[in-house]
């Protein structure tokens, strides 16, 4: 679940009830498997684009999928240029001064760091990893040379080509990374960031926020929600009890 910090382009509060239009429009950046991504078809896939469709259906609202750049993501939402965000996005103080969230459709997860040498080095080399993150802050702060990108690939690319030592991100996000490339693997401990991963809405969404919560509340208490997450990250995930 990755972790946007906040601009001050970011700052200003948008207008207008969602819940007043025909049609709700769902936000989503597309480039962070298996959360979101833009499948073979061309269309947006994923577990969030699974869960959107079924939170939409449950409320039956009609809905349609928007995609937008992660460093401005939450800026479009609030100049309502879509309604909700479903990208990953992890419920923070400093985002919630902005926007608003339901209650979290994923439980708190960790970053990991994936390499190409299990000697790399993650204190004093370079580490990758996407821009506008809590990611990217941590590794500033660990005394690192911190290579920023604008898209989740560049920086598992930045490790292959040797641009960095390793990459640090989401653990559901590099696990498969580690798993397909036979010359990279997960290295160091495991961090702990974030509070679980919830849906962005514009603070005057109430009336949206409420119903999303209630659906999803539905989702957890019938088992369908535990089961899409095991079914997009697998039997080992941490699930609702």
């Not at 001050?8 to 936000?27: E, K, P, W």
């Not at 080399?125 to 005394?143: L, P, R």
């Not at 990108?149 to 490790?159: G, L, N, Q, S």
Request: with cysteine; proline share 4%; glycine share 8%.
């Amino acid at each position: 679940m990755k972790h946007l910090i906040l601009s001050a382009a970011a700052l200003a509060l948008g207008t207008g009830a969602a819940m007043a239009q025909d049609t709700i429009r769902m936000g989503s950046e597309g480039a962070y498997p298996p959360y979101n991504f833009i499948n073979d078809a061309g269309e947006l896939d994923g577990f969030e684009r699974e869960l959107g469709d079924e939170l939409c259906a449950r409320a039956e609202l009609t809905c349609e999928w928007v995609t937008n750049d992660w460093d401005s993501i939450i800026p479009n939402l609030v100049s309502s240029n879509y309604d909700t965000i479903l990208a990953g996005m992890s419920i923070t103080d400093e985002r919630d001064e902005v926007i608003d969230f339901t209650q979290d459709y994923y439980p708190p997860t960790e970053s990991v760091y994936v390499a190409m040498s299990e000697d790399a080095d993650l204190e004093g080399g370079v580490v990758a990893a996407q821009a506008s993150t809590i990611q990217a802050a941590h590794v500033a702060e660990t005394g690192a040379t911190l290579l920023e990108f604008a898209t989740p690939d560049e920086t598992v690319a930045a490790v292959r080509n040797g641009e960095a030592d390793a990459v640090f991100a989401d653990y559901d996000f590099l696990k498969p990374v580690a798993d397909e490339d036979p010359d990279m693997m997960i290295v160091g401990e495991p961090v702990p960031l974030g509070d679980g991963i919830g849906m962005g809405l514009r603070e005057s969404d109430g009336e949206l926020k409420d119903t999303f919560d209630a659906v999803i509340t539905e989702m957890k208490e019938d088992g369908t929600l535990n089961e899409l997450l095991i079914k997009w990250f697998g039997e080992d995930t941490t699930t609702y009890e």
